[in-house]
């Protein structure tokens, strides 16, 4: 891929960082539910983690990964099974598609043109839910996309750091 004048050429990914990352992802979001219960307006980190490696390690983490990270949500809140892992898959596949042209935005405009996919996903849980007969959750669902839209440059410089590290630096090698 072509890089950008002024990005930092980025160290490959660990992959127990990545799978690290994505089971803290999946601890907070629990830590959140038992916090906050049923409430509509928390973000959804683990959302944010596979859609951020979903576009920065497509190889790795796909909708298959998004699927099964969607399971053990439903299963963890008790809700309608299938309903997180139809919207982390759906959520995952857009993702894959835009990939390539949002790693040429800065990270204020993919956090733009991340917010969209985020909302879908959350209309998308909407509808499962009130199709399989459960009560509307209020307006509050409305904040949570948007958070975790703003959310994106913090989860996205957490995330690459390990890769920004110098391997060895030197003051005669610029790389």
Same mark, same amino acid.
Request: net charge positive.
């Given at each position: 891929?072509?890089?950008?004048?002024?990005d930092? #050429? +980025?160290?490959?990914?660990n992959?127990? $960082?990545?799978w690290? %990352?994505?089971? &803290?992802?999946?601890?907070?979001?629990? /830590?959140?539910?038992?916090l906050?219960?049923?409430?509509?307006?928390?973000?959804?980190?683990?959302?944010?983690?596979?859609?951020?490696?979903?576009?920065?390690q497509?190889?790795?983490?796909?909708?298959?990964?998004?699927?099964?990270f969607?399971l053990?949500m439903?299963?963890?809140?008790?809700? #309608? +099974?299938?309903?997180?892992?139809?919207? $982390?898959?759906?959520? %995952?596949?857009? &993702?894959i598609?835009?990939?390539?042209? /949002?790693?040429?935005?800065?990270i204020?405009s993919?956090a733009?043109?991340?917010?969209p996919l985020?909302?879908?996903?959350h209309?998308?849980q909407?509808?499962?839910r009130l199709?399989?007969g459960h009560?509307?959750?209020?307006?509050?669902?409305v904040?949570a996309p948007?958070?975790?839209?703003? #959310?994106?440059?913090?989860?996205?410089?957490i995330?690459?750091?390990p890769?920004?590290? &110098?391997?060895?630096?030197?003051a005669?090698r610029?790389?």
């Amino acid at each position: 891929m072509i890089m950008r004048s002024g990005d930092q #050429l +980025l160290l490959p990914v660990n992959p127990w $960082y990545l799978w690290g %990352s994505l089971l &803290a992802a999946l601890m907070l979001n629990v /830590l959140m539910s038992a916090l906050f219960g049923r409430a509509s307006w928390p973000p959804d980190v683990l959302a944010l983690a596979l859609v951020f490696w979903v576009i920065h390690q497509p190889l790795r983490v796909g909708v298959g990964t998004a699927f099964i990270f969607g399971l053990c949500m439903d299963v963890h809140q008790g809700a #309608l +099974l299938g309903q997180h892992a139809l919207a $982390y898959t759906a959520l %995952s596949f857009f &993702a894959i598609t835009i990939s390539r042209r /949002l790693l040429w935005y800065s990270i204020p405009s993919q956090a733009l043109q991340i917010f969209p996919l985020l909302a879908a996903a959350h209309a998308l849980q909407l509808a499962v839910r009130l199709l399989a007969g459960h009560s509307f959750p209020g307006w509050g669902f409305v904040i949570a996309p948007v958070i975790e839209a703003l #959310l994106w440059p913090v989860v996205t410089l957490i995330l690459l750091a390990p890769q920004m590290r &110098a391997p060895d630096p030197d003051a005669n090698r610029p790389l």
